[in-house]
């Protein structure tokens, strides 16, 4: 218990220390929420999401799982997404995975974990889509990190075609899909350079993905 309590004093000093600077904050908090953007990230617990950006409490909608997967039948992950969407009206969803990520490794190595097996299929999938482009990285960090990068790319690209976005796109919603990594080793946040605000968008970035795993 005595790790846990060290937590509850941890919390009551930030609570103290956010209303001595900010005395209506956790108020103001309480009555409405209304962010900008939805993460969907990876569970490591390496990489904290609102802290990475600078964000405060309330300015970011958060997903998080093993290896930052979007799924097609993955209702948690598509309930979080269609409140985000359609409820919070967010305007920008960040697919960010990291380097090293052990879930990624894992599937890579093809590791038994148990249940967890199943799930890093779908990392496993992405691989075997590329491996022409990662089997001709000699070096094995470097092998992980960019199927990070590339696990990233089909997740954002899977988000795009799910009928929550699809349907937003179709009424007109202002909705981008971006896709970032994060470097665990030096604290910074890299773009991928894929931005996905339509279906037009959707259609040349898996072309380009496509052409560029070849």
Not at 52 to 73: D, I, K, Q, Y
Not at 165 to 190: K, P, T
Request: aromatic share 6%; hydrophobic share 40%; net charge negative.
């Amino acid at each position: 218990m005595k790790e846990l309590n060290e937590l509850l004093e941890n919390n009551r000093g930030w609570s103290e220390r956010i209303k001595a600077s900010d005395p209506g904050f956790f108020q103001a908090l309480a009555q409405q929420q209304n962010p900008r953007y939805l993460w969907i990230g990876c569970s490591d617990s390496r990489v904290p999401a609102t802290q990475l950006v600078g964000l405060s409490p309330g300015e970011m909608f958060v997903h998080r799982n093993v290896a930052n997967v979007v799924v097609h039948t993955d209702f948690n992950c598509l309930s979080v997404l269609e409140f985000a969407v359609d409820l919070l009206k967010v305007s920008h969803i960040i697919v960010c995975g990291h380097d090293g990520c052990n879930g990624v490794q894992a599937a890579m190595q093809n590791r038994k974990l148990g249940l967890a097996d199943n799930w890093l299929r779908f990392v496993q999938d992405v691989m075997q889509r590329h491996d022409a482009l990662l089997s001709e990285i000699r070096d094995e960090a470097q092998r992980l990190n960019k199927l990070c990068e590339l696990n990233v790319i089909e997740q954002a690209l899977n988000v795009g075609r799910t009928t929550i976005v699809q349907n937003a796109w179709d009424r007109g919603q202002e909705l981008a899909v971006h896709g970032w990594i994060y470097g665990i080793g030096d604290g910074l946040l890299r773009d991928l350079d894929i931005c996905i605000a339509n279906q037009t968008e959707l259609s040349i970035a898996y072309k380009n993905t496509v052409k560029a795993s070849g």
